[in-house]
C-alpha cells in the first residue's frame, strides 16, 4: 500500500469506461482515500464510490463543472472538509469533438477549451494554493495524452489543448518544485472510453482492427493502467524527484506509428 | 489576391513583418499570441488567463476563416503562427505564455496534417526574448543578446515564401539558441 493515508481527487472520474474512474480505483486499491469528481454520470459516480469504500476507504462524489472557477474552489473546500487535506490532484475531465480544420466551430472551440484547458488550469492552480496552505506538498497529475507528440486529422483543439496542458504542467513544475509539490502528466493512447464513442476512425470492427495494427502491443489500455502509472506518479518515495515530466502510457502507439 | 493578413503580434514585429513580406504570390496570414503578464502561477488571476485564451482563440479564428476561403478558391496560402519560445521551454513566470503558444503551436500542427495537399502550409515560429525585454535574459540565451523584430520577421518571410513549399507543421525557434539550453544567469522573472 503505497498512498495509505493520503486523500485524493479525481476530476471526470464516473464513466464505467473512463481513464478517470482507473485512476480513481487505483489510487484507492494503494490505500488512498478518493474524491470522485464529474459534471455528469452521477448514478455511476456513486457506483464508482461504492467500488471504493468496499476497498476499505473512504470516497465521496462530487459533482462540479471544471470549466466554472468558482465550482472548483468549491469542490475542493468541501473535499478538504469531507475527506482532510488533499495530497493528490488528478486533473483528468476531458471532452473532445471531431471536425475538419477549415469547419472548427467557435461553439465546438469553447467547450473543449473550457474544460480541457481553463479546466485545468482552474483545477490545478486551486489545488496548488490549497497545497501550499497545507504546507505539505502533493502531487498533481494531468492526463493529457498522445497528442502531445503526435498529431490526429480532424482533432485539432482536442490535441492543441493537450499541449496546452504539457506546457502548463511544466511551469507548474518548475514554479512549484519549492513547495515540494510535483507536477507531471500522463499521455493516453487509445483507451476504450465514452470520449472515444464519436471517434469516426473507430466506428467499425474493421476500424478498430486497423487501429490495433498500429499498437505494437495490440490491444487498447484499460483505465486501470492509467491509473497504475498515476500511482507510480504520486508514490512516495518513488515518485519524489519526478516533476514536469510525460509519461506515455500507449502500448508504443506513438512510436510504433512513426 | 496575395495578401499579407497580420494579427496578434507586438507593434514592433507587426511592423517588421508587415516589411519583410512585400513581395509574398501566396495568401499568408501572420497569427500570434503571448501574454503580457508574467505574474507567478500562484498569483495568475481569472482575467489574465482568459484574456490569454481568448488571444489564441481569436488567433486561431483569423486563421482558420483565411484557410476556408482559400480552400473554396483553389489559392492555397500560408499560415504562419508566431509564439514564445517559453512554449517550447518554459521558465518562471511564463504560465500563460507558453500554454497558449503550445495551444497554437499543435493546433497548426493538425492543420498542417489536413490542409498540406491543398497547397496551404501551416508552421509556427518561436521567438525568443526580443529587445525590450528584461536584459539579464540575455545572459540565459546562448546567443548573448536579446533578439531583433526583424530577426523573427526574416523567419516568417522565409515560412511565406517559394523556398519553403515544402516546409509546413514546422516548429521553428528564432530565439539565438535558448530553448536547447540556459546558458547562465537566472530568469528575470523569479519573484
Known sequence: MRLEGRVALVTGASHERGIGRGIALALAEEGADVACCDVAFEEQGEELVERIRGLGRSAAFYKADVSDRGQVDTLLERVQADLGPFWIVCSNAGVADWQPWAEITEESFDRIVGVNLTGAFNVGQAAARAMVANGNGGRIVFTSSVHVRMCFPSMAVYGATKQGVRALAETMAIELGRHAITVNHIGPGWVKSQLNDSSPGLRTKEDEEATLDLIPIRRPSEPIEQGRAVVYLCSSPDGDYVTGEYLQVDGGFVVGKY | ?191
Open chain 2, 1 to 191: 489576391m496575395p495578401g499579407v493578413t497580420t494579427h496578434g503580434l507586438a507593434a514592433s514585429l507587426d511592423e517588421a513583418v508587415k516589411q519583410a513580406l512585400v513581395d509574398v504570390e501566396l495568401p499568408v496570414v501572420v497569427a500570434g499570441v503571448g501574454s503580457q503578464s508574467r505574474a507567478a502561477f500562484l498569483e495568475l488571476d481569472q482575467g489574465e488567463w482568459g484574456a490569454a485564451v481568448d488571444g489564441a482563440r481569436s488567433a486561431f479564428f483569423v486563421a482558420r476563416r483565411a484557410v476556408a476561403s482559400w480552400l473554396e478558391e483553389d489559392s492555397g496560402g500560408r499560415v504562419v503562427f508566431v509564439v514564445s519560445t517559453a512554449s517550447v521551454r518554459p521558465v518562471h513566470g511564463t504560465a500563460l505564455e507558453a500554454t497558449v503558444g503550445g495551444f497554437l503551436t499543435t493546433i497548426g500542427q493538425v492543420g498542417a496534417v489536413e490542409l498540406s495537399a491543398n497547397g496551404i502550409t501551416v508552421n509556427t515560429v518561436a521567438h525568443g526574448w526580443l529587445e525590450g525585454e528584461p536584459e539579464a535574459f540575455a545572459d540565459g540565451t546562448p546567443a548573448g543578446r536579446l533578439g531583433r523584430a526583424d530577426e523573427v520577421a526574416g523567419a516568417i518571410a522565409f515560412l511565406a515564401s517559394p523556398a519553403a513549399s515544402y516546409v509546413s507543421g514546422a516548429l521553428l525557434p528564432v530565439d539565438g539558441g535558448f530553448w536547447i539550453t540556459k546558458a547562465g544567469g537566472g530568469s528575470p522573472l523569479v519573484r
